[in-house]
């Protein structure tokens, strides 16, 4: 029971154990999402997007857990400082977006049908790109799990480099359709998948900025082209 400080923690790390499983679970769908539009498999592009339902699952699971843990802490008024309810706090929030992510896979995985009408390779930056991302996912859930604001700042960093590879598609495609060795729906399709990769690494920065406040206390926003820790005023229990 939740109603002293060891048993709050001990159902906080069991609730630790289940999203980092979870983060797992998302990014063997988004390999799956993205090895389907390589391949121009939709049958593969159809187990992605079944695997959603697992996640699902397990982020209502993870949720109820959480409200559950809180709610019988509270009645049976146990003293639960800031440090342990930022932790449960953490772990509601990185759910939330790992769902996010899972959606964006489904989304990834239902382009493959119109890849595969139009027929275009997809180019190698774009390989090194979803590389990127998935090592991304990988290092943000492992921060999450240990509670290394290191590797969570190396996530913050990595954003950076997602959005560059972005810019450098839409830039050879652009070159591409001025000299008409390209089609605008290929051209359309690329700038979809880069953004949907862009909007992965931004959920999992939302995650890292968690996982650095849970640690340090410290607060990190992003401003134009880098990360800053800004001050924040100082709370009791903490």
């Keep these: 029971m939740p109603t002293t400080p060891e048993g709050f923690a001990q159902r906080t790390q069991t609730l630790k ?10 990014q063997s769908m988004l390999e799956a999402a993205f090895a389907a539009a390589f391949d121009r498999d939709e049958a593969k592009a159809k187990a ?35 440090r342990q309810l930022r932790e449960i706090l953490t772990i509601v929030k990185a759910n939330n977006e790992l769902e996010r992510i899972a959606d964006v896979a489904v989304d990834l995985a239902e382009l493959v049908p119109a890849l595969g009408k139009i027929g275009t390779p997809l180019p190698d930056t774009f390989r090194v790109m979803t590389n990127s ?9 492992q921060s999450l799990g240990r509670n290394d604001p290191a590797l969570a ?31 605008p729906d290929f051209a359309f399709q690329l700038h979809e998948m880069a953004s949907m990769c862009e909007i992965i690494a931004d959920h999992c920065t939302n995650i890292a900025e968690q996982v650095i406040y849970l640690t340090t206390g410290a607060i990190v926003r992003h401003m134009e082209t880098s990360w800053v820790e800004i001050s924040r005023p100082p709370q009791s229990g903490s």
Excluded: P, W, Y
């Design 133 to 141: 991302v998935i090592g991304i996912v990988r290092d943000v859930n």
């Design 153 to 183: 700042n190396i996530v913050l960093q990595s954003q950076h480099a997602v959005t560059a590879f972005k810019a450098a598609l839409l830039r050879e495609a652009e070159q591409k359709l001025a000299k008409g060795v390209t089609t």
């Design 17 to 26: 154990g289940e999203i980092v499983e979870q983060g797992g679970r998302v």
């Design 48 to 82: 992605a997007i079944g695997m959603d339902d697992a996640v699902d699952a397990a982020d209502v699971a993870i949720e109820q857990r959480c409200v559950q843990v809180l709610t019988e802490a509270t009645r049976g008024g146990a003293e639960i400082d800031a």
